[in-house]
Each structure stands twice: as structure tokens, then as C-alpha cells.
T-cell receptor, first 112, second 117 residues
């Protein structure tokens, strides 16, 4: 089935740095979601976006819903060690077969 | 408010056996979706239940089935297990499938780690 495009697969940054991740699709969505997953746990919802162009923050996290409705980005500022994990984007379109479609995730490592 | 719970957390089965996994959604949530997560394929949608009815289904063989009860709790069953069924099975609940203002917002449980030997 369709998946969203997230790359690179892994990112390595220094504690205190900012990091940006983006997610692209060939199809439009009317909701974009960003999740973080720690080892052995389920994904935790970080930010949800509902309108094209919307910019939303949650603490040090900021995400934007792309104007074309085919992309979204997540920015983490002033990274800390507990930001380590896998970050997934997910898109949702309402309709008869509405469901979440996920990217493969980006594994973030933070060097102290 | 308690989150999504899944039982058991870990399971080891052998090929050919069958397994039932359980999910209790967040109180008040009526939609439950199931996903399979593997390192190679990522998160793959299995099915969604709403008001005891399967509303949406992914591309998995008929060995994978599910149901939802009147209290919104859900179970999924995998029959005739294969080695490739080893995965983390995640359940997610949402307030409503697609018509609420917070459309698409799903909250995940911790998952059941299934190992097939």
C-alpha cells in the first residue's frame, strides 16, 4: 500500500542542535500527524495538523502542514537526550476508506 | 483518563498455531484500528472497527481477523501462524473514525510483541 516518504532513515545530531524532518506524499491529505516511538512502546502523538499552511507548536516541537497538502515538516529545537527515538509522520484523508498512512520513520540519535 | 491498553504484551507461538490479541480503547473512544509493525514494512494497517462493525480493511490475508464488542473493546485473531507474522501488533483508538473535528487523530497502545517460532 501507499507509504509516505521520510528520509533519511537515521539522523545523528549533537545535544542542543535543532533538527528538521520532512514527509512527502504523492497524494493529498487533510490531516497530518507526527508521532514518536520509543523502543518497546507504541507511537505517541506529538502534533496534529488540520489545515493547509497551519503551523503548530508543542514545546520545543513545531510542525507545519504543507500548502499543497502533500507534505509536512517537523522541527525540534534545542535537542536533548530524551528526544532519541523514531519519528513517524502520518497522513489521513476522510472518505469511504479513510485510514492513517504512515512513513517508515526517522531514527534520531542525540549525542550528549 | 487511562490510555489504550493491550494484552498480552509479549507472546511466543509456533507455526500453525492461532493467537488472539486484546485491546481496550480510551474511555469514550468508539473507533479501534489495528496495525502490524515490522522493521522491513513499517506500520501497516490491518483493519478498523467502529460500533462493532469493520469499517475499513488493509491488504492482509483472511488469516487476520478481528471483532469489536459493545463496550468498544476489540480483539484480533491470527490463525495458522507463519514465521512472517512475527511483529509488533499495535492497536489505536480514536474518538470517531472520520467525522470529528480532530479527524484522523489516533492514540496507540504499547503493542503486543508476537514471536512465531
Amino acid at each position: 500500500g501507499q507509504q509516505l516518504n521520510q528520509s533519511p532513515q537515521s539522523m545523528f545530531i549533537q545535544e542542543g542542535e535543532d533538527v528538521s524532518m520532512n514527509c512527502t506524499s504523492s497524494s493529498i491529505f487533510n490531516t497530518w500527524l507526527w508521532y514518536k516511538q520509543d523502543p518497546g512502546e507504541g507511537p505517541v502523538l506529538l502534533i496534529a495538523l488540520y489545515k493547509a499552511g497551519e503551523l503548530t507548536s508543542n514545546g520545543r516541537l513545531t510542525a507545519q502542514f504543507g500548502i499543497t497538502r502533500k507534505d509536512s515538516f517537523l522541527n525540534i529545537s534545542a535537542s536533548i537526550p530524551s528526544d532519541v527515538g523514531i519519528y513517524f509522520c502520518a497522513g489521513f484523508i476522510t472518505g469511504a476508506n479513510s485510514k492513517l498512512t504512515f512513513g517508515k520513520g526517522i531514527t534520531l540519535s542525540v549525542r550528549p | 483518563k487511562a490510555g489504550v491498553t493491550q494484552t498480552p504484551r509479549y507472546l511466543i507461538k509456533t507455526r500453525g498455531q492461532q493467537v488472539t490479541l486484546s485491546c481496550s480503547p480510551i474511555s469514550g473512544h468508539r473507533s479501534v484500528s489495528w496495525y502490524q509493525q515490522t522493521p522491513g514494512q513499517g506500520l501497516q494497517f490491518l483493519f478498523e472497527y467502529f460500533s462493532e462493525t469493520q469499517r475499513n480493511k488493509g491488504n492482509f490475508p483472511g488469516r487476520f481477523s478481528g471483532r469489536q464488542f459493545s463496550n468498544s473493546r476489540s480483539e484480533m485473531n491470527v490463525s495458522t501462524l507463519e514465521l512472517g507474522d512475527s511483529a509488533l501488533y499495535l492497536c489505536a483508538s480514536s474518538l470517531e473514525g472520520s467525522t470529528s473535528g480532530r479527524r484522523g487523530e489516533q492514540f496507540f497502545g504499547p503493542g503486543t510483541r508476537l514471536t512465531v517460532l
